[in-house]
Structures are given as structure tokens and as C-alpha cells.
């Protein structure tokens, strides 16, 4: 008799993607051609449709009132706090190795590049979540634009650190926010760089003017007002990674099985409705991005790595 | 009117005004999670867990007040405060099993969830058995029972002790990094404790108060870097240090300081008050 042991982070049968799904993922290769096409400086189409949310849109209010920004406070009504952000001026620097850095402005890099909408799930991990259509560009688009060097592996998202943050003098928090994704990670097209929200700016307590969106990830992950981006050949150290390695690692994505040390991730609150509703493995991008984690370094690591 | 009805009646004044005082949080609770967006107060989002760590956080300063009734009787000689100390222990019960409905409430009446949560999950754990330890004093809190259990009533309720530790951990535990909170409880929490260890008669000397209000301040500082350096990967003597730094808001310990010291004023007064 064969007695098969899942593991971890194996999904139930009925909860795994129906086949049909998957073969529509002929549609990558499409995707792949509007990659190429941004390298070669084409305009990319709108694929907003490309990701459904399969969920109602969260009401603004919960998304502007509701909100992790440390640098702002550890309460999350930091809203009325954040408004002291200055986001004007503001630069955005890609550097590191690359073949053309670019220091500039967010609003000037949003015009040049493929700016869409894209209604997108977001999954804490504190086990809440939010639909929130954002408008904004692939970062795979800006990946483009730089010419990373060969040896380039890694990117390295820093925050900003201003004065008007009350949180940056707290002692006790290794400022400024950090985050990392790998050059792979960072050229799939569901990594997003947004600069607006619901159809107008983004929100200084949602990260204006330009933050990182990596909704296969719990929300940690997508770092908000981004300063620099850097491309290195070192994976990065995080900013919650040097604090609690073992609750808040470099990988972070979202999986129902692998539970927080201190909960389990098994369902989520949506803001808003309140409901509580099961959590998909990937966050439920699984069909675009669960290729990236086969095979390589990926098959000996344990999904305590991979998905915490 | 002859003097035990006076007594009874003002044993009543004080009874009520203590039930007051502890139905106070509730009430606001109950405001802002109805009214609140119309009285600028919103609770926001996720109302349920936020009421819950609202429930907990006040189960907490509930068992704090608790303790802390021994020690007013002691400085003030004013014994008849005595009264109100099982009100505020039933009332932190009373708290507590708030706290563990509303997490019930959390996960949709899970219970199958809810029980596998207590028992996977350690800072649950620890919650869990602080509660049921709360539940069971609760219950024994009545004449009847100190009644029928007479001696060993005094050893049982002497669990709140352990109790107490055991909620302070639970804060500890559920924090994501930042524990100066917990730290600030959980110094007061060691000055309570560390006061019980002189003998009654003297502890309300202001010299006594002075002293453990010292120990209680170190205490803070100690578990403070044990934290950091156990439970995290940050550089705990750094954010010690960071306690002596006047540019900053007062941290943990510093904050333990300053309550030890409006104590020790506070004894100083009332004993000048009471010698003249």
C-alpha cells in the first residue's frame, strides 16, 4: 500500500487550481512578449484584466485608515500622522549594478512608463487583507530601463527616512525600512510599482508617492515611499528580517499551511466586509508565480523558508 | 445611626463606587465600537480584534489594581479600601472572559480552530492557562466558598501571583518586537511583588516604598535587556542604554521610575498628613 505524507505546504486536492486554469497559462508566453517588448521600449498594452481580484474592492476608507507604517507609529491609526510625509520634493534612485542608473522624480518615472490600473488582493501577515485598484507600472518595466549587469541577483528597496517620522526616533528599529526581492522575482510581471490609488494619488498613509506592490507576498514585503532601489549581487538583509528572522524571513510568501510561529495563516479578515475568508497559497497568483520557486537552491528549501 | 451601620453603609459608598470605576472601560468599548465613527473616536477596521486587545490590556491594569489595594491599605492606613479588592478581581475575571470571547468572536465561533490555536500556539497557551487560573478565583470569590474552603482559600488565592506573571508573559509573547509596554506592566508588576516581601507592619514606610520602588525600576531594566537578548535578534544593551536617554520619550523603565517616584511622594504626604 502507498502511503503518501504531504507535506507542509501541499494544498489540498480541491483547493489546487483546476486544470482549465492552468492551460490558460499559454498566456504567459504572451506576457513574455510584452516583457520583451518593454526591453525593446514598446509600449506595453493594459492587462488590468490579467489578474482578476475574484473580490470586491475594499472601500477606500478601510484602506486610508487601517495601515502598517512603523515609521509613523506601531498603532495602525497612524493616518493622521503620516500626513506630515513631504513628498515634494522627492527623488527615486536606481542604482547599484546596473548600466544606466536613474535618479528622478515618481511622477516623472510614471511617464515613462506603461502606466495601468490593476485591482490587486493584499494579505497581511497578521492575517487581514485588502482589494485596493492601484495604478501604477510593472517593475519589470523599470527592471527594463536600467539594464541590470549580469552579475546583478538581488534588489534592495529602501524607504524613506524622514524627521517628520515620529516612529524614526524610536530607539529600538534598525531605520531606514528594507526590503529585497530577487531579479526573478522582480521581472515577473505581477511585481508593481504604484503610484496611485482608486483613481487618484496614492496616499502618504499608504505609501505615496511610489511603493512596491508584491501581493503573492504578505504585505511586509511591499515596501511603501520608496527612495532607492538597488541592484545587487547579495541577497539583502530586510528590515524585519534583522529583527525576527524566524516570523518575518526574506521569502514571505503567503501559504494557508505554514503557519506565523504565533498564529495560524490558515484565513483572513477582509477590511470592510469583516468577512473571514480561507487564505490561497501565493495569495492566490499561484497560476503566475509558483514557477518561480521550482527547482535550483528552491527543492532543499523548507517551506519554513520559503513561505514565513 | 449606630456605628456598624455606619460603617456598612459607607462599605457600600465604596463597593459601588469601585464597580463604577470597573464598568468604566467597558462602557467606553462599547461606545466606540457603536458610536465611534460619529464621536471621532473610529475603532476602525477588524472592531472585534480590536476590542480584544482593548479587553486584555484592561484585564491587565485590572489585576494590577488588584494588587495594588494591599499596598494603598498599607500607606494610608486607610483599611476599609479592603472592600473594594474583590471587585476588581472579579472584575479583571470579568475582563479576561471578554477577552476570550471577543477572540472567540475573532474566528467566527471556530471552536475546533479556537482549541488548536490554544494548544499550538505558546503565547495562547500561556494566555489560556492565566485565564483559566482567573476563571477559578473568580468562582471562589464568594463567601460560600471562602466559607467551605476557610485556610486553603488564602493558599488558592494566592495563585494570582503566578497568575499575573503569567498574563504579563502573554503580552510579552504577542508583541512583534516592541515590547516597551509589557516592560512598564511587568515592572510594576515586579514592584508589587517585590513590596510583599517585607512584613506588613513596616511596608508602608516610605523608605520600603522608596526601596522597592527601586527594585521594581531594575527589574524593568533587567527583564528589558533579558527580552531583547533572548526573544530577538536586536542589541538589547542598546536599547537599554536608550533608557537614560533624556532626548527621548521616557522609555519602559524610566516610566516605572517616575510612577515609583509620585508613590513615594504620595507616602511621604500622607504620612506627614498622619504624624501631625
Redesign the interface.
Same mark, same amino acid.
Given at each position: 500500500m502507498l502511503i503518501r505524507i504531504p507535506r507542509a505546504w501541499e494544498i489540498a486536492e480541491h483547493r489546487a487550481t483546476p486544470e482549465a486554469v492552468v492551460r490558460r497559462r499559454g498566456t504567459l508566453g504572451r506576457r513574455g512578449l510584452i516583457g520583451g517588448g518593454l526591453a525593446l521600449g514598446l509600449a506595453a498594452p493594459a492587462h488590468a484584466r490579467d489578474y482578476p481580484p475574484g473580490r470586491g474592492v475594499t472601500p477606500k476608507s478601510?484602506v486610508t485608515?487601517?495601515n502598517n507604517f512603523y515609521e509613523f507609529g506601531?498603532d495602525?491609526?497612524i493616518a493622521d500622522a503620516a500626513q506630515a510625509l513631504k513628498t515634494t520634493p522627492w527623488t527615486l534612485s536606481i542604482d547599484g549594478l546596473v548600466d544606466h542608473p536613474l535618479t528622478l522624480d515618481p511622477d516623472q518615472l510614471a511617464k515613462m512608463m506603461p502606466v495601468e490600473q490593476r485591482t490587486l488582493r493584499h494579505r497581511c501577515v497578521e492575517a487581514?487583507a485588502m482589494t485596493v485598484p492601484w495604478t501604477g507600472f510593472p517593475l519589470a518595466a523599470l527592471v527594463a530601463k536600467v539594464s541590470p549587469k549580469p552579475q546583478a541577483r538581488y534588489l534592495r528597496f529602501t524607504s524613506a527616512e524622514q524627521e517628520s517620522m515620529p516612529g524614526i526616533?524610536?530607539?529600538?528599529?534598525p531605520w531606514p525600512y528594507r526590503e529585497g526581492v530577487t531579479l526573478a522575482e522582480a521581472t515577473n510581471d505581477l511585481a508593481f510599482l504604484a503610484t496611485g490609488m482608486y483613481g487618484g494619488p496614492l496616499m502618504k498613509q499608504d505609501g505615496a508617492p511610489i511603493r512596491l506592490l508584491l501581493p503573492w507576498k504578505y504585505g511586509f514585503k511591499s515596501a511603501k515611499s520608496l527612495t532607492r532601489i538597488t541592484f545587487t549581487d547579495r541577497q539583502p538583509e530586510t528590515f524585519w528580517q534583522?529583527? $525576527?528572522?524566524n516570523?518575518y524571513g526574506f521569502w514571505a510568501n503567503v501559504n494557508p499551511d505554514v503557519?506565523h510561529?504565533?498564529?495560524?495563516q490558515?484565513s483572513e479578515?477582509l477590511? $470592510?466586509s469583516?468577512e473571514?475568508v480561507p487564505t490561497q497559497i501565493f495569495n492566490g497568483y499561484g497560476e503566475w508565480v509558483a514557477g518561480l520557486y521550482k527547482g535550483g537552491a528552491f527543492a532543499q528549501m523548507s517551506p519554513q523558508v520559503l513561505f514565513r | 445611626m449606630s456605628a456598624t451601620t455606619r460603617t456598612a453603609l459607607a462599605n457600600r459608598r465604596l463597593k459601588r463606587a469601585a464597580t463604577v470605576l470597573c464598568l468604566l472601560p467597558a462602557v467606553w468599548m462599547a461606545v466606540r465600537w457603536i458610536w465611534g465613527d460619529r464621536l471621532g473616536v473610529?475603532i476602525?477596521?477588524? #472592531?472585534?480584534?480590536r476590542e480584544m486587545h482593548l479587553a486584555g490590556m484592561w484585564t491587565l491594569r485590572l489585576l494590577l489594581v488588584t494588587l495594588a489595594i494591599t499596598p494603598l491599605r498599607a500607606i494610608t492606613g486607610w483599611n476599609r479600601i479592603t472592600v473594594t479588592r474583590r471587585i476588581f478581581g472579579v472584575a479583571t475575571a470579568l475582563y479576561g472572559g471578554l477577552h476570550l470571547v471577543l477572540y472567540v468572536v475573532?474566528? *467566527?465561533f471556530d471552536l475546533a480552530?479556537v482549541g488548536?490555536?490554544l494548544i499550538?500556539?505558546?503565547?495562547l497557551t500561556v494566555g489560556a492557562i492565566a485565564l483559566l487560573g482567573l476563571a477559578v478565583l473568580g468562582i471562589t470569590s464568594t463567601d460560600g466558598w471562602l466559607r467551605r474552603l476557610g485556610r486553603r482559600w488564602v493558599s488558592l488565592h494566592r495563585a494570582v501571583f503566578v497568575i499575573a506573571v503569567l498574563a504579563s508573559l502573554h503580552f510579552f509573547?504577542?508583541k512583534?518586537?516592541?515590547v516597551?509596554e509589557p516592560v512598564f506592566y511587568a515592572g510594576l508588576l515586579a514592584w508589587l511583588l517585590i513590596w510583599r516581601l517585607w512584613p506588613r507592619r513596616k511596608a508602608g514606610e516610605v523608605r520600603i516604598l522608596a526601596l522597592t520602588g527601586l527594585a521594581g525600576v531594575l527589574a524593568a531594566g533587567a527583564i528589558e535587556y533579558l527580552w531583547y537578548a533572548i526573544a530577538?535578534? #536586536?542589541d538589547a544593551g542598546?536599547?537599554v542604554a536608550?533608557e537614560f *536617554?533624556p532626548a527621548? #520619550?521616557p522609555?519602559p523603565g524610566a516610566q516605572v521610575a517616575l510612577a515609583a517616584l509620585a508613590v513615594v511622594v504620595f507616602g511621604a504626604l500622607v504620612r506627614l498628613r498622619r504624624s501631625r
Amino acid at each position: 500500500m502507498l502511503i503518501r505524507i504531504p507535506r507542509a505546504w501541499e494544498i489540498a486536492e480541491h483547493r489546487a487550481t483546476p486544470e482549465a486554469v492552468v492551460r490558460r497559462r499559454g498566456t504567459l508566453g504572451r506576457r513574455g512578449l510584452i516583457g520583451g517588448g518593454l526591453a525593446l521600449g514598446l509600449a506595453a498594452p493594459a492587462h488590468a484584466r490579467d489578474y482578476p481580484p475574484g473580490r470586491g474592492v475594499t472601500p477606500k476608507s478601510a484602506v486610508t485608515s487601517y495601515n502598517n507604517f512603523y515609521e509613523f507609529g506601531e498603532d495602525k491609526d497612524i493616518a493622521d500622522a503620516a500626513q506630515a510625509l513631504k513628498t515634494t520634493p522627492w527623488t527615486l534612485s536606481i542604482d547599484g549594478l546596473v548600466d544606466h542608473p536613474l535618479t528622478l522624480d515618481p511622477d516623472q518615472l510614471a511617464k515613462m512608463m506603461p502606466v495601468e490600473q490593476r485591482t490587486l488582493r493584499h494579505r497581511c501577515v497578521e492575517a487581514w487583507a485588502m482589494t485596493v485598484p492601484w495604478t501604477g507600472f510593472p517593475l519589470a518595466a523599470l527592471v527594463a530601463k536600467v539594464s541590470p549587469k549580469p552579475q546583478a541577483r538581488y534588489l534592495r528597496f529602501t524607504s524613506a527616512e524622514q524627521e517628520s517620522m515620529p516612529g524614526i526616533s524610536s530607539p529600538l528599529y534598525p531605520w531606514p525600512y528594507r526590503e529585497g526581492v530577487t531579479l526573478a522575482e522582480a521581472t515577473n510581471d505581477l511585481a508593481f510599482l504604484a503610484t496611485g490609488m482608486y483613481g487618484g494619488p496614492l496616499m502618504k498613509q499608504d505609501g505615496a508617492p511610489i511603493r512596491l506592490l508584491l501581493p503573492w507576498k504578505y504585505g511586509f514585503k511591499s515596501a511603501k515611499s520608496l527612495t532607492r532601489i538597488t541592484f545587487t549581487d547579495r541577497q539583502p538583509e530586510t528590515f524585519w528580517q534583522s529583527l $525576527g528572522p524566524n516570523e518575518y524571513g526574506f521569502w514571505a510568501n503567503v501559504n494557508p499551511d505554514v503557519p506565523h510561529p504565533r498564529w495560524t495563516q490558515s484565513s483572513e479578515r477582509l477590511l $470592510g466586509s469583516d468577512e473571514r475568508v480561507p487564505t490561497q497559497i501565493f495569495n492566490g497568483y499561484g497560476e503566475w508565480v509558483a514557477g518561480l520557486y521550482k527547482g535550483g537552491a528552491f527543492a532543499q528549501m523548507s517551506p519554513q523558508v520559503l513561505f514565513r | 445611626m449606630s456605628a456598624t451601620t455606619r460603617t456598612a453603609l459607607a462599605n457600600r459608598r465604596l463597593k459601588r463606587a469601585a464597580t463604577v470605576l470597573c464598568l468604566l472601560p467597558a462602557v467606553w468599548m462599547a461606545v466606540r465600537w457603536i458610536w465611534g465613527d460619529r464621536l471621532g473616536v473610529p475603532i476602525g477596521p477588524r #472592531a472585534v480584534h480590536r476590542e480584544m486587545h482593548l479587553a486584555g490590556m484592561w484585564t491587565l491594569r485590572l489585576l494590577l489594581v488588584t494588587l495594588a489595594i494591599t499596598p494603598l491599605r498599607a500607606i494610608t492606613g486607610w483599611n476599609r479600601i479592603t472592600v473594594t479588592r474583590r471587585i476588581f478581581g472579579v472584575a479583571t475575571a470579568l475582563y479576561g472572559g471578554l477577552h476570550l470571547v471577543l477572540y472567540v468572536v475573532d474566528r *467566527n465561533f471556530d471552536l475546533a480552530r479556537v482549541g488548536s490555536e490554544l494548544i499550538h500556539r505558546r503565547y495562547l497557551t500561556v494566555g489560556a492557562i492565566a485565564l483559566l487560573g482567573l476563571a477559578v478565583l473568580g468562582i471562589t470569590s464568594t463567601d460560600g466558598w471562602l466559607r467551605r474552603l476557610g485556610r486553603r482559600w488564602v493558599s488558592l488565592h494566592r495563585a494570582v501571583f503566578v497568575i499575573a506573571v503569567l498574563a504579563s508573559l502573554h503580552f510579552f509573547m504577542q508583541k512583534k518586537f516592541d515590547v516597551s509596554e509589557p516592560v512598564f506592566y511587568a515592572g510594576l508588576l515586579a514592584w508589587l511583588l517585590i513590596w510583599r516581601l517585607w512584613p506588613r507592619r513596616k511596608a508602608g514606610e516610605v523608605r520600603i516604598l522608596a526601596l522597592t520602588g527601586l527594585a521594581g525600576v531594575l527589574a524593568a531594566g533587567a527583564i528589558e535587556y533579558l527580552w531583547y537578548a533572548i526573544a530577538t535578534h #536586536a542589541d538589547a544593551g542598546r536599547i537599554v542604554a536608550t533608557e537614560f *536617554n533624556p532626548a527621548l #520619550a521616557p522609555r519602559p523603565g524610566a516610566q516605572v521610575a517616575l510612577a515609583a517616584l509620585a508613590v513615594v511622594v504620595f507616602g511621604a504626604l500622607v504620612r506627614l498628613r498622619r504624624s501631625r
